[in-house]
């Protein structure tokens, strides 16, 4: 492989060598809800409606109304795929992630920036981010084409921290996009608040096109990255590379050198605009739930300065509900679950996942270690500690070493001869979640959902307890070592 620094394209030029990873199609496609469309039925897999399936990362060569523009996606929608990009065991890489976050390689500036190769500017009498950035739809309801996958980076007025997010954002105008920040924990939020506050615009790349330690390692939220934590270290240190930025052209920010296409502009105060004030269908996008977003009255308005890509640039896309959201969302929690427990009852959870059935943020399953009879009520312990911690978390399954985690029919098996539910379930009512959760309406349950956002939170402890594992022992067989003889 090329000595070059890591980039979306020196990934998938590892990622061709992996048999049934990678597919790019030369048949053209209409990037208004058929390109999705058309992945759902080959990779999108994760909430996304049935039929649907684990597939090879697909890459759009044709896109209609877009010459020299191709469309990806699904680059992240397998568990497996991302540990072979991350060169990692795909069954641990939630404490991988969460070394990373523990020994992060700060960015660096560079001079050598391919997302510069073609400079568009805002003041150009034929500048449209429409005509120039190809976003999909996902469905045909959609406010509008998104970029789901974007970057955005930003800094405090003091220019004393930097930080990186991702937020849908709806092109509206020739040169306006619509960001959803959702409220609380993004830091992003947290400095557009304060350049509100003074009224001024907030200077902002959005960074499109990038090597997935990037996309994956900046979802890593609060308490595990605090205010001040920039998680581009978080894909220096998965790299062992520093990330290389430069100054942007028209703003006073900084892009990622090597991203395949770059937004720059400001978030502007105190303005705000209908998320779907082009169609009017009152929905915005699929989200990872696998509903429809409604779409948001009032949205914060990025005003788009310039649009620079590099040549034959690669316009990366994220279809909403599918696996590809499990593995940019649910691996980092993975981490950050990992990282609180192993903190506070270290030893005791041996492992986390955050499955498709959740969306990578609603469900996590916890494998346990009791050691002795002391241990005993850890495992829910160790639940409350996720809770407490991250409260888009809805559901916790808590399950014994023997059980594979990544197998929900493991799961499920134990769920079903390790459990008893007038013992083992346990309800936390009047708790608050993520509230893309349709059914958290005071409508649905007004007893404990006062307004919207509100849950209640389920444990389903399927561990043994300690004094009866003797009478839960799995059927042993045989160890054969040299098993895979016999598939010659």
């Excluded at 020196?10 to 048949?27: I, M, N, R, S």
């Excluded at 959870?349 to 002391?374: F, S």
């Amino acid at each position: 492989m090329t000595n070059e620094p890591y980039d979306l394209r020196k990934v998938l030029a590892e990622l061709k060598t992996h048999p049934g990873q990678y597919h790019a199609t030369d048949v053209a496609v209409d990037p208004n809800a058929e390109l999705s469309g058309v992945y759902r039925y080959i990779g999108a897999g994760g909430t996304v409606e049935r039929p649907t399936q684990a597939g090879p990362a697909m890459m759009f060569n044709h896109v209609k109304g877009f010459a020299g523009t191709r469309v990806l996606t699904g680059l992240m929608a397998s568990r497996q795929r991302v540990g072979l990009m991350f060169h990692h065991d795909a069954h641990t890489l939630g404490q991988f992630l969460n070394d990373a976050v523990d020994h992060p390689v700060p960015p660096v500036m560079v001079d050598d920036a391919p997302a510069h190769e073609v400079v568009h500017r805002a003041t150009d009498s034929d500048f449209d981010i429409r005509k120039l950035v190809a976003a999909p739809t996902n469905t045909p309801e959609d406010a509008g084409p998104y970029i789901t996958v974007g970057v955005v980076l930003g800094s405090n007025k003091a220019k004393t921290m930097s930080d990186v997010t991702i937020h849908r954002m709806v092109l509206e105008d020739k040169d306006k996009l619509g960001i959803y920040i959702m409220p609380g924990g993004r830091h992003i939020g947290a400095f557009a608040k304060e350049y509100e506050a003074a009224n001024e615009p907030m200077p902002v790349t959005i960074n499109i096109g990038l090597d997935p330690a990037i996309t994956i390692g900046c979802t890593f939220e609060p308490p595990t990255t605090p205010l001040g934590y920039n998680e581009l270290g978080v894909a220096g240190a998965i790299r062992q590379e520093a990330v290389g930025l430069t100054p942007a052209l028209t703003v006073d920010e900084n892009a990622i050198a090597r991203s395949e296409f770059t937004l720059e502009g400001y978030i502007m105060p105190n303005e705000r605009i209908q998320e779907d004030i082009n169609t009017h269908t009152g929905k915005a996008m699929p989200e990872f739930p696998g509903y429809d977003g409604d779409a948001n009255p009032a949205l914060q308005v990025i005003k788009v300065t310039a649009v620079t890509h590099r040549e034959q640039p690669i316009m990366q896309s994220v279809i909403g509900p599918s696996e590809e959201h499990v593995s940019m969302a649910g691996i980092p929690t993975e981490a950050s679950i990992l990282e609180l427990t192993n903190r506070a009852i270290p030893g005791k959870v041996l492992n986390v996942y955050n499955p498709p059935a959740g969306g990578g943020k609603l469900m996590t399953i916890m494998q346990i270690h009791k050691e002795d009879a002391a241990d005993e009520g850890i495992q829910r312990q160790a639940a409350l500690l996720a809770f407490s911690a991250f409260k888009e978390l809805k559901t916790v399954i808590l399950v014994d070493e023997d059980v594979d985690i990544f197998d929900m029919n493991d799961v499920m098996w134990t769920v079903n001869t390790r459990f008893q539910a007038d013992q083992d379930l346990l309800v936390l009512p009047g708790m608050r979640n993520h509230p893309l959760d349709p059914s958290e309406r005071p409508a649905y349950d007004p007893k404990s959902i006062r307004t919207r956002g509100m849950s209640s939170k389920l444990v389903i402890d399927g561990t043994v307890p300690f004094d009866m594992k003797d009478q839960f022992v799995r059927a042993k067989f045989m160890d054969v070592p040299d098993w895979q003889k016999y598939l010659q």
